[in-house]
């Protein structure tokens, strides 16, 4: 019994003289994924307002944490980060964007089609909004107006709808004040930029190629 005794005293002794790691010890990987995930969803916050947001969740972290979390990542302070690329925005923005645009097809009498179509970037959902034959303001006006009732019942956050720019006048000025009033705001595509509104350009070239 008295050995066994001195045995545990000496083990215990040699754990407590074992040198500790040094410097602070590593942040959950839990906080580093929120941390993250914080800033890449909101470009435009630094390091000082991370924690205050965090402090919210019931998470408590240090300014120079989230600091350092950032370098070890690579990710450029706000201040770089605030000019969001538009490569950026539709990832940043995805379960609030939509996108729109018209398809024109030939129907089987030969009789060209114009089809308004709108797109949900976060779940890829196809909206038929409407088809003609001619593009009239009242009927673009009409299946805007069809589409937003439609987004409200539904429960849908949009908040940003992305759209060709006015060139042949068959987006007219109205539909803009009538998402306004939704909540919805409107993201023109440059002319000659398909790569502004990639999604809907997809799916619309998915249907031209499975159109026989």
Not at 124 to 133: K, Y
Request: charged letters at 30%; hydrophobic letters at 35%.
């Amino acid at each position: 019994m008295l050995r066994r005794h001195r045995n545990l005293v000496k083990r215990r002794h040699a754990n407590a003289s074992r040198p500790k790691r040094p410097g602070r010890p590593p942040t959950a990987r839990s906080i580093r994924r929120s941390v993250l995930r914080l800033v890449r969803e909101n470009p435009s916050w630094g390091y000082r307002r991370v924690p205050g947001e965090l402090a919210t969740l019931g998470i408590k972290i240090a300014a120079s944490t989230v600091w350092e979390t950032l370098r070890q990542e690579g990710i450029d302070p706000a201040s770089h980060r605030s000019s969001t690329n538009w490569a950026a925005f539709p990832r940043s923005q995805a379960d609030a964007l939509l996108a729109m645009d018209f398809l024109e097809t030939i129907t089987l009498t030969g009789q060209r089609q114009y089809v308004l179509a709108a797109i949900e970037h976060a779940t890829r959902r196809v909206r038929i909004l409407g088809t003609t034959a001619h593009q009239t303001a009242a009927w673009v006006t009409q299946a805007i107006k069809n589409m937003a009732m439609d987004l409200e019942d539904g429960g849908t956050k949009a908040k940003f709808v992305i759209r060709d720019r006015d060139r042949d006048a068959k987006y007219p000025t109205l539909i803009d004040e009538i998402l306004a009033d939704t909540g919805i705001r409107t993201v023109l595509r440059g002319i000659r930029m398909p790569r502004r509104n990639s999604v809907m350009e997809r799916w619309v070239q998915s249907c031209r190629h499975k159109t026989p």
